[in-house]
């Protein structure tokens, strides 16, 4: 697809399409590199917000084991 670059200030930008930014599942932020001579433009994941997801996919478990809270031997006196 061809689009129009558009002068802001200094730069230029590019306006990308509704489907285009649905296809790619863009937020408000992109990055960009550059790739053998081309722009490249991914959307920014949200870092672990797909991580329970992933979890539950994985194991059948519903939780991390993070959000599980402390057992008996995180509740026990340690001597050193």
Same mark, same amino acid.
Request: proline content about 4%; some cysteine; aromatic content about 8%.
């Given at each position: 697809? @061809?689009?129009?670059?558009?002068?802001?200030?200094?730069? &230029?930008?590019?306006?990308?399409?509704?489907?285009?930014?649905? &296809?790619? =599942?863009?937020? *408000?932020? +992109?990055?960009?590199? /550059?790739? $053998?001579?081309?722009? /490249?433009?991914?959307? /920014?994941?949200?870092?672990? +917000?797909?991580?329970?997801? +992933?979890? &539950?996919?994985?194991?059948? @478990? $519903?939780?991390?084991?993070?959000? =599980?809270? =402390? *057992? =008996?031997? $995180?509740?026990?006196?340690?001597?050193?």
């Amino acid at each position: 697809m @061809e689009v129009n670059l558009v002068k802001i200030g200094n730069s &230029q930008g590019v306006r990308i399409p509704k489907p285009l930014l649905e &296809q790619c =599942a863009f937020g *408000n932020v +992109a990055e960009l590199e /550059v790739r $053998d001579g081309a722009l /490249v433009i991914t959307p /920014v994941g949200r870092g672990r +917000a797909e991580w329970n997801t +992933a979890f &539950q996919a994985a194991t059948g @478990e $519903d939780l991390l084991l993070q959000s =599980a809270g =402390a *057992n =008996a031997f $995180d509740r026990e006196e340690w001597e050193w």
